[in-house]
């Protein structure tokens, strides 16, 4: 993935992890690790008008151990990366992810398989 323009907020974890201990409020409604919850749908315990990944960063985040706390790294704190214009990310095949475009944003993406 690469940023033509703006920067965008990563929040990763190892392909070893499991939906349930990533978020365990939304693992319900994302079969196959598949969130329709991100395109309108929100989790029980999502409240108020914004975004459902706006409460994941605002509520969740913070309650989480710091990464290498604990030794199970799911349950921490996911990797962060800032990703600005100019600069490539390469994401290796499983591994969960999501993304939050932190200002306008214009990016292009490719899945090889």
Same mark, same amino acid.
């Given at each position: 993935?690469? #940023?033509?323009?703006?920067?965008?907020?990563?929040?990763?974890? @190892?392909?070893?992890?499991?939906?349930?201990?990533?978020?365990? %409020?939304?693992?319900?409604?994302?079969?196959?690790?598949?969130?329709? #919850?991100?395109?309108? #749908?929100?989790?029980?315990?999502?409240?108020?008008?914004?975004?459902?990944?706006?409460?994941?960063?605002?509520?969740?985040?913070?309650?989480?151990? %710091?990464?290498?706390?604990?030794?199970? &790294?799911?349950? @921490?704190?996911?990797?962060?990366?800032?990703?600005?214009?100019?600069? #490539?990310?390469?994401?290796?095949?499983?591994?969960?992810?999501? &993304?939050?475009?932190?200002? %306008?944003?214009?990016?292009? &993406?490719?899945?090889?398989?």
């Amino acid at each position: 993935t690469e #940023v033509m323009y703006g920067r965008k907020l990563w929040l990763l974890h @190892e392909p070893k992890c499991t939906m349930e201990q990533i978020w365990p %409020d939304v693992a319900p409604q994302c079969p196959k690790g598949r969130c329709e #919850v991100f395109y309108g #749908v929100p989790p029980a315990s999502h409240t108020g008008d914004g975004l459902v990944l706006d409460t994941y960063l605002n509520t969740i985040l913070p309650k989480l151990p %710091d990464r290498g706390t604990t030794n199970n &790294t799911c349950l @921490e704190k996911p990797q962060v990366v800032i990703q600005n214009a100019g600069e #490539v990310l390469y994401l290796p095949a499983r591994w969960w992810h999501f &993304t939050y475009n932190l200002d %306008d944003t214009v990016g292009v &993406t490719m899945h090889v398989l």
